[in-house]
């Protein structure tokens, strides 16, 4: 069993819009973020969850760092007053002491595509900087600079699950004491490498994205960046990182276990960690991304930790599959619901698939809650759970 962390400050921004009122709204109002066009120069014509406002350059001492990436970084940390809870935790712990780890999966890889659209004679234009752009770790070095941070700072890349797991590197990292607070999130930008890739594996929807539909047929990409600031000393009644869970079941490259082996393990994990039960859990935020194998597998595997009872839905109806920032966008979501008690509806579910056993909630509904589960679940069997609540 850990000890929880307090999560200090929260803030996510995504297609629903730029902080945690524009999220809670969205959800309230059963509204999704979802829209029909093309991005960039693509062909593909699809259902995406864009971010508007990222076309403003960074400029002066930022300029270095341009790209769509780290500009959806830089506006995510101006909500909901981050940058001033980092400040506070610096004065309390000093810069040196505060750690970044931000999840990531295609960090700045449009500006690769764009400086070879732009080749000159055969070379990438002088502009072009991989170092600070498409580097995944220039997602991190990112967010520790502008935060004015000098503790370590990594980047997670294990593809939907990143964000979600660098609440369990913080963790470990604070309680190996290399650190005494940890700044936590994660940002994945639209490129036409994931709309065009994930196209070529037959996993793009034509029509918007809609978790354990009975005609489900795969996934809406979207953007979005999140943060969280996590710190030691939780009391009775914050709101806190109760437990995490990983495993890697290695079942293949890009499809599930059926059994949902892995995605089991890590949900038991999470809830050893955090001292509860299947019982103590009053919703699970679903990796839920509306590919056929996807849900299948992780209806397996809720049903062997939970079975019928709990109330559970995907959330990617609103905000698109966000890739990596998929799992700080949705324990974000998890902590509104803790928050408010505010259980989120499968919105853009029609009919739900009569061999998905588990309590989908197809409306949103109010009901108190204690603490929930959110799943994150990546290519390769990088399988991670959280646990979010309020402390006993």
């Known amino acids: 069993m850990m000890k929880p962390l307090r999560v ?11 902080g945690l009122g524009a999220h809670r709204a969205a959800l309230e109002q059963g509204r999704s973020g979802l829209a029909q066009k093309r991005f960039d120069r693509s062909t593909l014509s699809c259902w995406i969850g864009e971010v508007a406002g990222l076309d403003e350059p960074l400029a002066g001492p930022w300029a270095e760092w341009d790209c769509r990436n780290n500009r959806l970084s830089a506006l995510a940390l101006d909500q909901d007053g981050l940058r001033e809870a980092v400040a506070a935790a610096v004065r309390r712990h000093g810069a040196a002491r505060i750690g970044v780890f931000v999840g990531t999966s295609t960090s700045g890889t449009l500006s690769t595509e764009h400086a070879y659209r732009d080749l000159e004679d055969g070379r990438l234009p002088a502009t072009y900087r991989y170092r600070t752009t498409h580097n995944p770790h220039a997602a991190a070095e990112f967010v520790r600079l502008q935060l004015g941070l000098g503790g370590p700072a990594l980047a997670v890349c294990t593809a939907c699950s990143s964000s979600a ?73 914050d709101l806190a990182l109760l437990g995490y869970g990983e495993s890697s079941d290695a079942y293949h490259m890009s499809a599930p276990d059926p059994e949902g082996r892995g995605a089991r393990q890590a949900m038991h994990d999470a809830l050893a960690r955090a001292g509860l039960a299947p019982a ?51 324990a974000v979501i998890s902590l509104l619901a803790v928050e408010h008690g505010l259980l989120p509806g499968a919105i853009t579910t029609r009919e739900k698939d009569p061999a998905i056993r588990g309590n989908v909630l197809l409306q949103t509904q109010r009901q108190p809650i204690r603490a929930a589960l959110s799943n994150s679940f990546g290519f390769g069997g990088n399988n991670a759970s959280l646990v979010l609540g309020r402390v006993a």
């Open 8 to 18: 200090n400050a929260l803030t996510a921004t995504s297609a629903l819009g730029r």
């Open 280 to 330: 103590d859990i009053g919703y699970i935020n679903l990796h839920g991304t509306a590919t056929p194998a996807n849900d299948a597998s992780e209806d397996q595997a809720i049903m062997s930790v939970f079975g019928a009872a709990t109330p559970c839905s995907s959330t990617k109806g609103y905000t698109g599959h966000t890739l990596g920032a998929a799992g700080i966008i949705e």
């Open 165 to 237: 797991k660098v609440f369990a590197s913080a963790s470990r990292a604070i309680d190996a004491g290399l650190c005494a607070a940890a700044v936590v999130g994660g940002v994945d930008s639209l490129c036409l490498t994931t709309l065009q890739g994930f196209h070529s594996l037959q996993l793009i929807a034509e029509d918007v994205c809609r978790p354990a539909d009975v005609q489900r047929k795969g996934i809406s990409i979207g953007e979005a960046a999140g943060f969280a600031v996590l710190e030691p000393g939780a009391r009775s009644g």
